[in-house]
């Protein structure tokens, strides 16, 4: 008889615990509030990228970045030239796509998303290996304008940097 009483009472903890409140903030399942369609715009910005680079496309790079670095940053043409320059060669392969990212809900909502991809062994047929870095707001409710790229780091592997557009100027808060 006791030996059933414990093997209930370990019973109810194991459903008690296992059952018990997880919070799981609502998500608005529009498109653009959507997380997997957030992360999968992420991925596809991160193939753009590297192949504005490759291809030497620099409208559809300067296209990518926000508008307030847009209108306030003025050496972006420049930048964008000298990453076309500094970027040598045609892609044979490169490794997996890491990233952070900070986000914020109000009201079951996203009304912040930011990522902060890295892209890894780079290599291309000029026998060139890059990494490439940036920063990017996906979703920003409140200051919308800061919506698109703001930062591109590529740091060859001799360690030479390249970089375009200015984190600070878009993000001033984390000076």
Do not use: W
């Not at 970045?65 to 040598?88: G, P, T």
């Amino acid at each position: 008889m006791a030996k059933k009483i414990f093997i209930i009472m370990v019973l109810s903890i194991i459903v008690l615990n296992l059952s018990s409140c997880i919070f799981i903030p609502s998500i608005d399942k529009s498109d653009e509030q959507n997380v997997f369609t957030v992360k999968a715009q992420m991925k596809n910005d991160c193939k753009e990228i590297i192949r504005c680079l490759e291809e030497k496309d620099s409208d559809t790079l300067k296209s990518m970045f926000c508008k307030k670095l847009l209108n306030n940053y003025e050496n972006i043409d420049e930048d964008i030239e000298q990453a076309m320059d500094f970027f040598q060669g045609n892609i044979t392969s490169y490794g997996n796509v890491l990233y952070g990212d900070s986000d914020s809900i109000r009201n079951g909502e996203y009304i912040l998303f930011e990522v902060s991809p890295h892209i890894k062994e780079l290599n291309t047929d000029a026998a060139k290996e890059y990494k490439i870095k940036y920063y990017q707001h996906l979703i920003n409710v409140e200051n919308p304008d800061r919506i698109g790229v703001s930062y591109i780091k590529i740091t060859d592997e001799a360690d030479n940097i390249c970089e375009i557009g200015d984190f600070y100027l878009v993000n001033p808060e984390y000076k």
